[in-house]
C-alpha cells in the first residue's frame, strides 16, 4: 500500500491541465467520491493495525497534495484564460464609481445662475490674450506693474501675448462688439506668475460682472451686488463698500461680506474683524468705454471681479489652494452632496 501511494504521490506531482475544465477532470479523477485517492482510504481499513499510523499519514499527505496540486492547476487555468481573452485584471473593480463636479464648477455654475436670473447673460473669452484687451484697453498705464514679468506670462518671442491675468479683458472683447445695453457675466481661468502655495496659485478662476447702459449708477451696483452675496451666502448677509483702486474704474472699491462663519461676531476665519473681502468693483471708466467704442457722453457703467476659489474657500473652508488642482478623488468626493 505504501507503494502505491508514493507511485500516485510521483503521479500527482506531475499532472498537466490546460485548461479549468481539464483540471476539474482530474479532481474526479483522484478526489471525488469514486476517485482513485478516496478508494485508497476506503483501503485502509484493511491495513494491518501496526502499519495504520504509517499508512493513514501518507494518505494524508497525498490527499493535501493532490488538492493543493489541482488547485494551482485551476488557478492557473483561470489566469491564462483571463489572459488569453485579453481582460485587464488590474482596471477598476465594478461598480466603477461616477465623477462629481468640481467644487470650482459647482460655485461658479451657482454664481452664474445667480447673475442670470439679474438678467446677465454669458461671455467668454481667450486664455492667451494680447496686451490690448488684458491691459491697454483697460486703462492700465505703459508703466503699471502688473504688466511686470513677475505678474503676468508672456508668450515668449511674442511680447504682446500673453496669459490672461484677470478676465476683465473679456470686458473688452464685448464691448468692442456690441453697442449698450450690456449686461454679461464672464466665467474663466487666469493666470499669474506667482509661487505655488496654499495660498497662492500660477492659475485660478475669476467671474466678471458688466453692465453699461444710460443711467447706470453706484447705487445699481451696490443693489446687484447685496442680492448676490444674500443669493450666495444667505439672507442674513450683510455687505460693506470700502473705497479701492483699479485702472479700469472710477470710482473703485472692495466689497467685504459679513463673516460667513460667525455672521460677523468675529472668528478665526475673519481673524476677529467679522467681514471677508470677497470682490473688487466700480464705475467702468470712461476713457474705457471710449478705448471700446462706447460714447461715454451716452453711457456710463459698471464692473466687479471676483475670485472663485476664494468664494468656494468662504463656502466650504478649503484651507490649501492646491486642492483644486491636484485631482485627489477623495478631497472630489466631499463634494457629492453639493452636486
Ligand atoms: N480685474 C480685477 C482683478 O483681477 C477685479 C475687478 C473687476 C475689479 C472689475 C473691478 C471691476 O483683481
Given at each position: 500500500m505504501i507503494e502505491k501511494i508514493q507511485k500516485m504521490l510521483a503521479e500527482v506531482a506531475d499532472l498537466h491541465a490546460q485548461t479549468a475544465e481539464e483540471a476539474e477532470a482530474l479532481r474526479i479523477k483522484y478526489l471525488s467520491k469514486k476517485g482513485e485517492i478516496t478508494a485508497l482510504m476506503a483501503d485502509f481499513r484493511n491495513v494491518p493495525a501496526e502499519l495504520k499510523k504509517e499508512v493513514g499519514m501518507r494518505i494524508n499527505e497525498l490527499k493535501n497534495a493532490a488538492q493543493e496540486k489541482i488547485n494551482a492547476l485551476k488557478e492557473a487555468a483561470a489566469v491564462q484564460k483571463a489572459a488569453d481573452t485579453a481582460e485587464d485584471l488590474t482596471r477598476t473593480p465594478y461598480p466603477i464609481q461616477l465623477g462629481t463636479r468640481h467644487p470650482l464648477t459647482i460655485v461658479k455654475n451657482e454664481i452664474v445662475d445667480i447673475f442670470s436670473r439679474l438678467g446677465f447673460t454669458l461671455a467668454e473669452g481667450p486664455e492667451v490674450e494680447d496686451d490690448w484687451h488684458v491691459y491697454s484697453s483697460m486703462n492700465f498705464a505703459d508703466d503699471h506693474p502688473a504688466r511686470d514679468m513677475q505678474d503676468t506670462f508672456f508668450v515668449?518671442?511674442?511680447p504682446d501675448i500673453i496669459l490672461r491675468s484677470?478676465?476683465?479683458?473679456?470686458?473688452?472683447?464685448?464691448?468692442e462688439k456690441t453697442q449698450p445695453p450690456i449686461r454679461v457675466i464672464c466665467p474663466g481661468r487666469v493666470y499669474r506668475n506667482e509661487a505655488v502655495s496654499a495660498r497662492a496659485h500660477c492659475f485660478f478662476h475669476q467671474v466678471e460682472g458688466l453692465y453699461v447702459d444710460k443711467?447706470?449708477?453706484?447705487?445699481?451696483?451696490?443693489?446687484?451686488l447685496l442680492l448676490f452675496a444674500q443669493e450666495m451666502f444667505g439672507p442674513d448677509t450683510k455687505i460693506r463698500l470700502r473705497p479701492s483702486y483699479f485702472p479700469f474704474t472710477e470710482p473703485s472699491a472692495e466689497m467685504d461680506v459679513s463673516c460667513t462663519l460667525c455672521g460677523g461676531k468675529g472668528c478665526s476665519l475673519c481673524k476677529g474683524a467679522g467681514w471677508l473681502e470677497i470682490l473688487g468693483c466700480g464705475m467702468v471708466d470712461p476713457a474705457v468705454l471710449e478705448a471700446n467704442g462706447i460714447d461715454s457722453s451716452v453711457y456710463t457703467g459698471y464692473a466687479f471681479g471676483m475670485g472663485i476659489e476664494r468664494i468656494t474657500n468662504l463656502k466650504y473652508?478649503?484651507?490649501d489652494l492646491r486642492m483644486f488642482s491636484e485631482n485627489d478623488t477623495r478631497f472630489l468626493d466631499e463634494f457629492v452632496s453639493a452636486n
Open positions: 515668449e518671442a511674442h484677470h478676465t476683465s479683458s473679456v470686458q473688452a472683447r464685448v464691448m443711467n447706470v449708477s453706484f447705487t445699481d451696483l451696490k443693489q446687484v473652508q478649503v484651507k
